[in-house]
Every structure is written in C-alpha cells, then in structure tokens.
C-alpha cells in the first residue's frame, strides 16, 4: 500500500474515534504523508465575553491538524509541546482552516508547524508541535508492515 492511502486509511481511523473534533464540527478537507488540512466554522458557543472566538479553539483546532499530520504515517504519535501565537481574532461565523505540515521527523520526535486562516486567507495564529513516536504501537496495526 502507497504512504497516500495509509495516511487516508490512519484519517479514517482517528476520525472515526474522535469526539473532540467531530463535536467541534471540524472536517478533514485533505490528508498526505505528513500534512493534513481541517475546517472548522467558528459557532456561538465558541465565543467568549468580547465576541471572539476563544483561544482554546483556535489551540484545539491547531493540536486536531497537528495530530492527523504526525499520524499519518501510521506509526501512532502523540503530542510531546506545542506553543501557539495568536496573531488575530476569528469571530462568529469565521471558518477556520489549519494547514499542518511535517517540518522533522528524526527517529521518535518530530517538529510539525500549523497555520490557521480565515475564509478571507487572514493568518489567525501559528502552531508549532513537537511529536513523539510510540515504540510498537500503530494506529492501523494491520497495516503495520506497509512501507510508508
């Protein structure tokens, strides 16, 4: 199997798990070998006390596009840091995109950079991730032994 379809079939099996981006109503819009893109509409209930959307969904966001980027190669990874900036309010109705893309993989550990943007293609904040690789474990475990 070629690294494309490992990454669409580890998207489908995260996917299919995860409450938190699905509750967010994020949508996966493409997913490749170290990178994915996710949307998500900024909603009411995101919004805090100055009409803006909070910044733990703009981070939660960033960490969802982080997280299928790093996995995408099956080998199951988690986040080991992250830091974020904030460059500029989303607000209701905004529709965010992630962009997430594989800076370093060396060994266990890599370095993945995230940029959102709105609709209007206005950079909201930068994400920064640092990956760590779990020995033996895969998200896909029949597909363990696909060169990827």
């Not at 409450?19 to 109503?25: E, V």
């Not at 990178?35 to 960490?63: K, Q, Y």
């Not at 800076?103 to 640092?130: C, H, M, P, W």
Request: net charge neutral; proline share 2%; charged share 20%.
């Amino acid at each position: 199997m070629d690294a494309q379809r490992i990454a669409e079939a580890v998207r489908d099996t995260m996917f299919a798990n995860d409450r938190a981006s699905k509750g967010l109503g994020m949508e996966i819009t493409a997913i490749a070998p170290g990178s994915t893109t996710i949307r998500m509409t900024v909603r009411e209930d995101m919004l805090n006390g100055f009409e803006i959307c909070h910044g733990g969904f703009i981070t939660t966001l960033a960490d969802s596009a982080f997280a299928f980027a790093c996995n995408s190669h099956n080998y199951m990874t988690v986040a080991q840091g992250f830091g974020i900036d904030i460059v500029a309010p989303a607000r209701l109705g905004d529709v965010l995109t992630a962009e997430g893309r594989e800076v370093s993989q060396s060994g266990r550990t890599g370095v993945y950079d995230i940029t959102i943007k709105n609709q209007r293609d206005e950079l909201v904040a930068v994400f920064r991730g640092k990956s760590y690789r779990l020995k033996g474990r895969y998200v896909v475990p029949a597909l363990a032994n696909q060169e990827t």
